[in-house]
Each structure stands twice: as structure tokens, then as C-alpha cells.
């Protein structure tokens, strides 16, 4: 029995259609496959990123901001001057993306406005840095990334 082309382009489709419906299948049906990006709650999540948000504008709209100073003792953080340093609080969580064992939490507790982090907790490489504080009942919130 001899095809001729027309009977061969057909065949080619059918088994294209046939290959992309098996994917499209089993993609479908995989538990593995299943990464849904909207959390459970995503409304009641949505309230936190807009407090969130409101925080870091907070924090830019401060006449002198929050620094992170590398210095050889280990990281820095200078607090607004414009806040008196007993009444803030809050924590700072240092995040290391390569290894989420080196992840930290350090609670804010200052008699002037500084804060040090000593260099016996840092690693080289690069930190993301996520500052959350309140002062007069307002909350704050400063995000950078940092190579130690």
C-alpha cells in the first residue's frame, strides 16, 4: 500500500493533535503538576499587602531615613533621628536566599539609634533585609538587599 502526501500530511496532524492532547491531559490531571498561585485566602491576604505597602510609604516619607551601614564589627542600622529610640519597636528578619537555615529574627530594643548586627552572624553574600518597627503607634517597614 502506497501513501501519497496528502494522506502523510494528515497523519502528521493527527499525531501532532494527538501528542499537544496527551500533554494537555496529563498536565491537567498530575498532582505534581498543581501550583496554583493565589493563596486560600487571598482577600484577607490582600489586607496585609496593602498594610505592608502603607508601611514602607511611611518609611519613605520620614524627613531622615533608615540606614544599613557595613561596617567591620558587623551591619549597622541607623534609625531615624526624628524618633525617639526608646519608643521603637519591632524586629528585623535577615533572609539568606541560598540557605533558609541562615534565616534570623532580631528583636528591636535600642537605647540610642543604632542597632548592631554582629559580623559573627553574617555570612558573606547576599542578605535581603526586611525592617519592621512602630512609633507613636505607626508602623514602618524597610526592605534592602545587601552584599556582606
Given at each position: 500500500m502506497k501513501?501519497?502526501?496528502?494522506?502523510?500530511?494528515?497523519?502528521?496532524?493527527?499525531?501532532?493533535?494527538?501528542?499537544?492532547?496527551?500533554?494537555v491531559?496529563?498536565?491537567?490531571?498530575?498532582?505534581?503538576?498543581?501550583?496554583?498561585?493565589?493563596?486560600?485566602?487571598?482577600?484577607?491576604?490582600?489586607?496585609?499587602?496593602?498594610?505592608?505597602i502603607d508601611a514602607e510609604q511611611n518609611a519613605k516619607d520620614l524627613s531622615n531615613q533608615l540606614k544599613i551601614n557595613i561596617t567591620e564589627e558587623g551591619l549597622n542600622v541607623d534609625f531615624p533621628n526624628s524618633q525617639e529610640a526608646e519608643k521603637i519597636s519591632g524586629h528585623i528578619f535577615m533572609y539568606r536566599p541560598s540557605n533558609k537555615r541562615l534565616d534570623f529574627d532580631i528583636p528591636i530594643s535600642l537605647s540610642n539609634s543604632h542597632l548592631l548586627i554582629p559580623d559573627k552572624k553574617m555570612l558573606e553574600g547576599r542578605w535581603n533585609i526586611k525592617i519592621e518597627w512602630k512609633y507613636d503607634d505607626q508602623s514602618f517597614l524597610h526592605k534592602e538587599n545587601i552584599n556582606y
Open positions: 501513501i501519497n502526501w496528502g494522506t502523510s500530511i494528515v497523519i502528521a496532524f493527527v499525531a501532532f493533535i494527538s501528542f499537544i492532547l496527551f500533554f491531559f496529563r498536565m491537567s490531571t498530575e498532582v505534581k503538576a498543581e501550583h496554583d498561585l493565589v493563596t486560600e485566602d487571598y482577600y484577607k491576604d490582600e489586607l496585609g499587602y496593602q498594610k505592608d
